[in-house]
């Protein structure tokens, strides 16, 4: 579990708080999608998860340890994984399976250990059978899926993924978005994904959209959605299933705006009546 | 182009050279060079190339591959080649001739030598992968630690190198055509003109691997890397009997070399 | 009269060795002056190798490159001068800056043309005109500039050459709905007011649709599909079996007639979709 408690942050050499008094809990096993457009402070919020950033008021606890207290630094870091945008840059070894192996060697686990909790992360993301492979030379998605496998093979319980899909394809941020689905869905890891594709944000049992450093909504995906104006204040967009029946409400019909699934929003515009 | 570049290149396999421990073949390369630097005459070179030859065999490495990584060096060979054919003295092989007898031997072995090494190193990093490598390396190091040698950082920083390798060119390829996309011409002018030109591609080649080091370290520090202390590593090294082979077929070698020598062979 | 015609363009990396790959396979198309050409595909269909011939940078391995029926790769300078009259913005352009001050590095091409100061500053005031790049800018150093205002910058280096023909690859990948949005206008009003041809290669099929006058679809280096947006769209199927998506409109729109509901016309617009909707219902829209 995550907790904020009246977090500020401000960079240095910055003239205002990125984070203006975040007051957030993650509770565990949940799928939490943040949502926000550039500098919103998702990404400040995202550092603040294992202590990459320090508040510079208020406070973060991670399963009750503060962020702030330099002991815990690496517990704090073995309980939140963290995967970053750039899919060549966290990437550190020349070998996909040795990439995965850096952190529980850093850990220093056992080489019997090592290789088992190797395998079995990159099974968990489907790259079992690249392990020998250069990462260089595989796609945008799959370095991603390496990446969280090197994050999975901590063994940590929450992993935050701090804007994973921004460099990616269409096709990568579907695998990207899949496999943290899968990872909060079958294993019952926390998933905190941070995004600025509306799209991802669909399939989240929570939706955190943060704008100008505060948390501007938080609900269930349906819930913020239906919010058309406030979204569209943050500067973010709404799904079209939403929009088509907000404008049409506009012209007289009363149809939910909560209804993200292509399907069930053709239903509900087919029984639809005036 | 720049994608052409096979120095440091890994191929994977599984044969023999491929499952030595790098520590063993890290000695081999050290004992086949002092022993290429021994060879004196042609039966020494001779043997040097046999083992050479054995070597490929072993590793299923083609000669094509050994060649294409000599291309850059092509110029380097021929260099020393013709500066041993033109400045050595002895028997003219026509009369009045510049060019002699001497020189000529002197050239063939500069250039057998020179072409040795290079296909021993290449044998090395074609069956070795860098991250065995510098942990080879690192283990073979080790006894430095203490006399304060930073072992454990010079390792590491040699794999973030050889990671970075492959990106970095094709950033450089990137950015070289979006340069070139704005005019930037890197072909044509003096030597200056053309040193200037590469500003355009250093600039940002640059300021890019800065911002790759900045954020390679945050993803390395949240994946609770706290230098060598403690770092256990999931392959352990471990000298199997055909390593002891190995490197007593390698001081052979270098013992044969040796004789053969003192033989004036 | 067409800007650019391809003429049986075939490209083959890595030709003679084991690593050989055909990128583009026998492609021959023309495209109109003044057209706006959506370029669609999914990650090594061909569109990156495709456009990259349309400036010279890439040589045909087989076939011709025309612009203005002039073959650009004739000899060395025409294939060098092409560049001005093509402008290629490649993706994430922010990162080719290198110039100390965001006025030098957008008068860059520019100065590669040999042309004079005066006319050098006057374009580079008009290109950061069109991007929304302000003068107080011009003597910062381009890296202390946010994300989208380096995107800009990059934008205008090439907007300042005056190309006959803009071709950006994935110009608002990596920014948020407002960010894109504000590229996309600037590119539009860059090409209402300049006339240029404009070809944008894009993953976003809600841009793609909303903005092009024609679309390309690549699949393995062919032409999988290439007309208007309407032509386009009214074969979603086609769009989904190469692996792309369709525009979420469409997407709506197929699950509706799929469940009786009879929609009029191609939809891949969300306005289309409102009326399609509104008419199937028999309600005026206000």
Redo the contacts between chains.
């Keep these: 579990m995550i907790r904020f408690e009246n977090v500020h942050y401000r960079y240095p050499d910055s003239d205002h708080d990125s984070l203006c008094g975040v007051d957030l809990t993650i509770e565990e096993g949940s799928f939490v999608a943040v949502l926000g457009h550039n500098g919103s402070g998702k990404s400040t919020l995202a550092k603040h998860m294992n202590a990459i950033l320090l508040p510079t008021e208020g406070r973060v606890l991670v399963d009750g340890m503060d962020t702030s207290d330099e002991a815990n630094l690496l517990p704090v870091r073995r309980t939140v994984g963290m995967v970053f945008q750039n899919p060549d840059n966290q990437i550190v070894a020349n070998v996909v399976e040795e990439d995965v192996a850096f952190a529980p060697e850093n850990l220093g686990v056992p080489p019997a250990e090592i290789r088992e909790r190797v395998d079995n992360a990159l099974k968990t993301v489907g790259m079992y059978e690249h392990r020998q492979h250069a990462p260089h030379l595989l796609s945008g998605g799959q370095k991603q899926r390496v990446a969280i496998a090197g994050v999975l093979a901590m063994q940590p319980r929450i992993i935050v993924l701090d804007e994973p899909t921004a460099m990616l394809d269409p096709q990568g941020r579907k695998e990207v978005v899949a496999t943290v689905t899968r990872l909060c869905r079958e294993n019952g890891m926390t998933v905190v994904l941070i995004t600025h594709h509306m799209e991802e944000c669909i399939g989240a049992d929570r939706l955190i959209v943060m704008s100008y450093g505060k948390i501007a909504a938080d609900g269930t995906p349906g819930e913020v959605f239906s919010q058309v104006e406030l979204m569209e204040q943050a500067g973010l967009d709404v799904p079209e299933t939403t929009r088509i029946c907000w404008d049409l409400n506009k012209a007289g019909f009363s149809l939910p705006l909560d209804s993200l699934d292509v399907e069930t929003c053709a239903e509900n515009l087919i029984s639809a009546a005036h | 182009m720049l994608k052409d570049i096979t120095l440091g290149q890994?191929f994977?396999g599984d044969t023999v050279a491929h499952r030595l421990d790098p520590r063993t073949k890290l000695i081999l390369v050290f004992l086949y060079i002092v022993a290429l630097f021994q060879a004196k005459g042609w039966v020494g070179y001779g043997l040097v190339l046999l083992a050479t030859v054995v070597c490929m065999a072993v590793s299923h490495i083609s000669p094509k591959n050994i060649f294409k990584g000599l291309k850059p060096m092509l110029f380097i060979i021929a260099l020393t080649a013709a500066l041993n054919i033109f400045y050595t003295q002895g028997t003219p092989i026509v009369e009045g001739w510049i060019i002699t007898w001497e020189g000529l031997e002197r050239a063939v072995k500069m250039m057998l030598r020179i072409t040795l090494l290079i296909a021993g190193t290449f044998l090395l990093t074609y069956t070795t992968?860098?991250?065995a490598l510098t942990d080879g390396l690192e283990l073979l190091m080790n006894p430095l630690k203490k006399v304060h040698v930073p072992v454990h950082e010079i390792t590491i920083m040699m794999?973030?190198a050889?990671?970075f390798i492959?990106?970095l060119i094709?950033?450089t390829d990137?950015?070289m055509?979006?340069?070139?996309?704005?005019?930037?011409?890197f072909e044509n002018g003096s030597l200056i003109q053309r040193a200037k030109a590469l500003?355009?591609i250093l600039?940002?080649l640059f300021?890019?691997a800065f911002?790759?080091a900045d954020?390679?370290a945050?993803?390395?520090?949240?994946?609770?890397?706290?230098g060598g202390e403690?770092?256990?590593?999931?392959?352990?090294l471990k000298m199997a009997a055909r390593d002891w082979i190995a490197l007593a077929l390698g001081l052979l070698l270098l013992a044969a070399v040796i004789v053969l020598k003192h033989f004036g062979l | 009269m067409s800007v650019i015609t391809v003429e049986n363009l075939r490209h083959t990396y890595s030709a003679g060795t084991p690593f050989e790959k055909v990128a583009i396979d026998d492609i021959s198309l023309s495209i109109p002056a003044g057209q706006f050409v959506g370029l669609l595909g999914h990650t090594g269909s061909g569109k990156s190798t495709f456009i990259q011939h349309l400036n010279a940078l890439l040589q045909p391995t087989s076939g011709r490159v025309l612009l203005d029926g002039e073959d650009i790769n004739k000899d060395k300078k025409t294939r060098h001068d092409v560049k001005w009259k093509v402008g290629l913005v490649f993706q994430y352009p922010e990162y080719q800056l290198f110039e100390e001050t965001v006025f030098a590095d957008i008068a860059f091409g520019p100065k590669n043309m040999g042309l004079k100061k005066e006319e050098i500053e006057e374009r580079v005031r008009e290109a950061a005109g069109f991007v929304g790049v302000k003068e107080e800018l011009f003597e910062r150093s381009p890296l202390e500039l946010s994300g989208g205002q380096k995107r800009r910058v990059a934008i205008a280096g090439v907007v300042a050459m005056r190309p006959e023909v803009l071709i950006l690859d994935e110009p608002t990948a990596g920014l948020d709905p407002a960010g894109s949005r504000k590229i996309m206008n600037n590119i539009c009003r860059y090409r209402e007011q300049s006339g240029a041809t404009v070809i944008i290669v894009s993953h976003n099929m809600d841009d793609a649709a909303r903005l092009a006058e024609r679309l390309i679809v690549f699949d393995h280096g062919h032409v999988a599909m290439d007309g208007t947006p309407e032509e386009v769209f009214s074969r979603p199927q086609e769009l989904i079996n190469i692996g792309l998506s369709v525009p979420q409109s469409t997407a709506i729109a197929m699950a509706l007639r799929e469940k009786g509901m009879p929609l009029e016309g191609s939809v891949f617009t969300h306005e289309q979709l409102l009326k399609a909707v509104a008419k199937a219902k028999g309600v005026a829209l206000c």
Excluded: F, N, W
């Excluded at chain 2, 945050?218 to 706290?226: D, G, I, L, P, T």
């Design positions: 890994y994977p992968s860098p991250m794999s973030m050889l990671r492959p990106t094709e950033e990137k950015i055509s979006a340069q070139k996309a704005r005019g930037a011409d500003l355009p600039v940002p300021v890019s911002r790759r954020e390679l945050v993803a390395m520090e949240s994946r609770c890397y706290h403690g770092r256990t590593r999931m392959k352990q």
